[in-house]
């Protein structure tokens, strides 16, 4: 098992070092110069040669990918082009609004979609599990931006339940931390829940029409005991790998809903960064992007092991 | 013992009572949404207008100019000049402090205006021009001209892009090239670096050292008296989520409102909406590359572009636009409408034949986010009518500002024009005017290259009075319209939504913050 996580991490250095270099790449080809946007409308052209100087603008690709690459072998991310803050030091402020976002999301989903898909698969054919499927379609087709301005609507503006925008640090309190993530969490919920919901009635009606199922009811145990200790315990597995693979689409809804929302997390600084074209903090973003990623994919097949001991690593 | 007790016990329900009858000590916090984010706090380094606002709301400047356009005495308490106009004494308020408590001295003042005399186009002028700047005792300054320069007063109360503002010499003393990180400041908010987020927040406090004029706020000038005990700069990219947070009272002020949301505001009892600056509308024209080479072309185009249509596409209001024929802001004291022809299509149409067009690609940059991308796209289509051969290319601002730096033909990455929106300010008299410059490649660009307009602008800068400075700038203005170094698309107000319960906003031709109550 240790070994087969020390391959897999292992693994992962390949693929950070893949995505480092597609994404310089793919910057150093984006039209637009940060220097001509940090100098301003009336700035000369010496005034702007000047910047790109100080940024390392002016060196050759190469000799910028070396640069940066040795930086990046010893933890520096660089500079923020923008704000000359140090891009670590950027995630670090923005982490905690993003991390706190996708969890109560994603607890909002898992608590929204797991009864929800159960009970269309108990009730398969029937108008529950047609409304369930209903709600799942519409969840996941609708546009985040869209499910937002219309919680902000009926909710924020209308009742004044919520706040419209913004968010209070945990260091405020838990419920007004709370409070000003509930609205952004439910809109970046939807899609994923949705997902998972619909993942769960299939998953679900596959394993209740195996034999060991029938063979569970024939004891005569109770139905929900069938439910949860036989067939969901064994629906499990893509249940748990749609999760994982969820998180990508969270990472992306992440970028729109805090946009939305006004919250200085991951997703607007990623916005704000491609926007201004300040190359170091997009790359040191997409990095970490990247690794939580891997590293996600890698517990979710760890995690295989408590849902079937048949698995071994 | 008992005794002992009860009396703590009836000590303690008084002081309760006492802090439950005092009134809450809150801070009277103004919630604004700026229309963008700040960089850097060195307004010196950048003509970015977020980090001249920054710069108004931490430093005062020696002169400034009010809601007429006059130059008026900030800083300075008096000052006089010889008779034959080449050595200038300021003497300084008594009072005056930095953020840091530590008297603001005329040695400060001349280590802020050698910095930014290093930077600033018309700064560099004056540096030009001047033969010694010293500090003659703690409070008095005293600038000795080569020669007579007219534009002294108008330099010092230059109210954009880089403002002369005073810091500490300590931090004037950093190289112009390089970014200060001291935001101790002159004027009357003092930033609170510990809570700036960039991308999120800017948090600024009342300073309470800083010393206002006597004056009432009038523009730029006069008493800048900050009556909330906190400002803060919320970042909210989203205009929509900017509009929501107005509504629901989150935000006090948001700063340019989009002209398609301001009937949602009005028909809110509780917003207003207001001017809150100035722009002049600027059509720019690459001059190195075909077709607009060619002034016939471009003479073409100024008979073509129609300002109330052009506008009307940004705004559909009549108070927030203004036809103005003139390369100078209709307001300005040098404003004038001198060979100025209206819009005429069968004109340009005529024009474009003398001028030999022959059906020469013409890269039209549209960057969508802006204010003028819909009176871009109008253009457009004007030119399309008369048979012009119009590539319309739309971008982000981002890929259009890096773009117009190109000088190549447009088979190459080149373009050929773009609308842009510069402040009054900066369109307001002939030699601190961005698009007026015609001096080849170190002109705005597009780079324009007249030598007459250029005499013209060295000329004003030497005129004794007024009238000669406005009938310098008559002349320029004239030659503008046969050079056409751009086409003024017309005049146009952004505007400001904000709580209607908010008292002494005022219009400054850029948002400041001092003078406004809750």
């Given at each position: ?130 409304a369930v499927m209903a709600f799942a379609m519409i969840g996941f087709s609708s546009p985040v931006f869209v499910i937002a301005f219309l919680l902000v609507y009926v909710f924020a503006l209308g009742l004044g339940w919520f706040p419209t925008q913004g968010y209070v640090p945990l260091a ?142 | ?223 800048k008296r900050a009556n909330v005990d906190r400002v803060e700069w919320i970042i909210m990219p989203d205009a929509q989520t900017a509009l929501n947070a107005l509504q629901a009272g989150e935000i006090d002020i948001f700063e340019e409102l989009p002209p398609d949301m301001i009937a949602l ?254």
């Open positions: 098992m240790m070994l087969y996580v020390l391959r897999r991490l292992a693994a992962t250095v390949p693929v950070l070092l893949f995505v480092a270099l597609f994404v310089f790449f793919l910057l150093r080809l984006t039209p637009g110069d940060p220097a001509v946007l940090i100098a301003g409308d009336q700035a000369t052209e010496a005034q702007i040669e000047a910047i790109r100087q100080q940024l390392g603008l002016d060196k050759p690709f190469i000799e910028q990918l070396l640069a940066w690459s040795g930086r990046i072998l010893s933890g520096d991310l660089g500079r923020s082009v923008f704000s000359d803050m140090e891009v670590t030091r950027l995630i670090a402020m923005r982490v905690e609004p993003t991390v706190l976002l996708a969890l109560v999301a994603i607890v909002m989903a898992l608590v929204i979609a797991l009864p929800l898909g159960t009970l269309a698969a108990v009730k398969a054919g029937s108008r529950t599990d047609r405020n309190g838990l419920w007004p931390c709370l409070n000003s993530l509930i609205l952004p969490s439910m809109a970046l919920a939807m899609l994923y829940a949705s997902l998972l919901a619909r993942i769960t009635r299939a998953s679900l009606l596959e394993v209740l029409s195996e034999d060991y199922v029938r063979t569970a009811r024939a004891k005569g145990l109770m139905p929900l005991r069938v439910l949860v200790r036989h067939a969901l315990q064994n629906a499990a597995i893509p249940i748990v790998t749609v999760v994982g693979v969820g998180i990508a689409a969270l990472l992306g809804g992440v970028v729109v809903t805090e946009t939305v929302f006004n919250i200085p997390g991951l997703g607007r600084l990623t916005t704000d960064a491609i926007l201004r074209r300040d190359y170091p903090v997009v790359q040191g973003l997409i990095l970490i992007f990247s690794g939580v990623y891997v590293l996600i994919n890698l517990l979710v097949d760890l995690s295989y092991v408590l849902f079937d001991p048949r698995i071994r690593y | 013992m008992i005794r002992w007790t009860r009396r703590l016990a009836v000590a303690t329900a008084a002081m309760a009572l006492t802090m439950t009858a005092l009134p809450a000590m809150a801070q009277t916090v103004l919630k604004v949404r700026p229309f963008g984010d700040l960089r850097t706090i060195d307004p010196i380094t950048t003509s970015d207008y977020m980090v001249r606002n920054h710069g108004y709301m931490v430093y005062d400047t020696l002169f400034a100019q009010d809601s007429s356009g006059a130059i008026k005495p900030q800083m300075v308490e008096r000052h006089t000049v010889s008779a034959d106009g080449l050595t200038w004494t300021f003497v300084l308020r008594d009072g005056l402090k930095f953020h840091d408590n530590q008297p603001v001295t005329a040695a400060d003042v001349v280590a802020s205006l050698k910095r930014w005399g290093e930077r600033d186009g018309l700064g560099q002028q004056l540096m030009g021009q001047t033969a010694s700047l010293t500090a003659t005792d703690a409070k008095t300054v005293t600038l000795v001209l080569k020669e007579r320069w007219g534009l002294v007063l108008e330099a010092l109360g230059k109210p954009s892009s880089m403002v002369p503002f005073i810091m500490p010499a300590r931090i004037a003393a950093t190289p112009a090239t390089q970014n200060i990180t001291d935001p101790i400041g002159s004027g009357p908010f003092m930033m609170v670096r510990g809570e700036w987020s960039p991308g999120a927040k800017i948090v600024y406090q009342k300073a309470p050292m800083y010393v206002p004029r006597t004056e009432p706020a009038d523009g730029l000038a006069g008493g505001v009005k028909s809110n009892p509780r917003i207003a909406v207001g001017r809150l600056s100035a722009l002049q509308g600027v059509m720019r024209m690459n001059q190195l590359q075909p077709p607009f080479n060619n002034p016939k072309l471009r003479q073409a185009i100024l008979r073509l572009v129609d300002q109330e249509q052009t506008l009307r596409a940004y705004v559909d209001d009549k108070s927030l636009y203004t036809n103005c024929p003139s390369f100078f802001m209709c307001d300005s004291p040098y404003f004038s409408n001198a060979g100025w022809r209206p819009a005429d299509v069968a004109a340009a149409r005529q024009l474009v034949r003398e001028s030999g067009y022959n059906g020469e690609t013409i890269v039209l940059l549209d960057a969508t986010e802006t204010a003028l991308s819909p009176a871009t796209l109008v253009v457009a289509q004007a030119m399309r009518d008369i048979g012009l051969n119009v590539d319309y290319q739309a971008m982000d601002w981002g890929t259009l500002s890096s773009r117009r730096t190109s000088k190549n033909p447009v088979a190459q990455g080149g373009w050929s024009a773009f609308l842009s929106g510069p402040a009054a300010p900066d369109m307001w008299e002939p030699v601190g005017h961005l698009a007026l410059r015609s001096n080849c490649d170190r002109a705005w660009f597009g780079w324009p290259c007249d030598e007459t307009i250029e005499k013209l602008r060295a000329a004003f800068t030497t005129a004794p009075d007024l009238a000669g400075r406005q009938a310098i700038a008559r002349q320029i203005q004239e030659r503008a319209v046969e050079t056409v170094p751009y086409i003024p698309v017309g005049q146009f107000w952004l505007v400001r939504g904000f709580q209607a319960s908010l008292k002494g906003l005022l219009v400054a031709g850029l948002p400041v913050y001092w003078n406004v109550s809750k």
